[in-house]
């Protein structure tokens, strides 16, 4: 919980003076382990590890909009995509995508925020059918959580 923890608090001070390029190959480690825990059938993390993790990940994706335009998508495709047993990663990512943004704890400038928010917005169908089809391949349960 502590590892995971310390993460999303990194995340939420990034400054935009730091050397931004280390970050995205973190968080895709961070959603390739999600994903492990996604597709295993016996795979679970404690809930408050899992929330770090997605909290963390939302983070990443808003501070780092410049330099991982993509995040958000590759969330989607890692955690919604074929495979995934357990819904619980994606739902708990999508959570943290919806509050995120709009946290005042979460320094960032006013600029990359209204820009990550409208990249966001633009990407409703694609979370809406990510979301369906990670329900359908899990028979509409959500899995162990």
Request: proline share 7%; with cysteine.
């Amino acid at each position: 919980f502590f590892a995971a923890h310390t993460v999303a608090t990194q995340a939420r001070l990034l400054s935009p003076s730091e050397d931004l390029s280390v970050w995205p190959p973190l968080a895709q480690r961070m959603l390739t382990h999600l994903r492990g825990v996604a597709t295993s059938p016996t795979g679970r993390l404690s809930p408050p590890v899992l929330r770090q993790l997605c909290v963390a990940l939302a983070r990443l994706a808003v501070q780092l909009f410049d330099v991982w335009p993509d995040g958000v998508e590759r969330l989607l495709q890692q955690l919604g995509g074929g495979g995934v047993g357990n819904l619980s990663p994606l739902l708990e990512v999508l959570q943290a995508l919806a509050e995120e943004p709009f946290s005042r704890r979460l320094l960032v400038d006013g600029s990359l925020r209204s820009r990550f928010l409208v990249a966001l917005r633009d990407m409703v169908p694609a979370i809406l059918s990510a979301i369906g089809a990670a329900a359908a391949a899990t028979g509409g349960g959500c899995g162990g959580g």
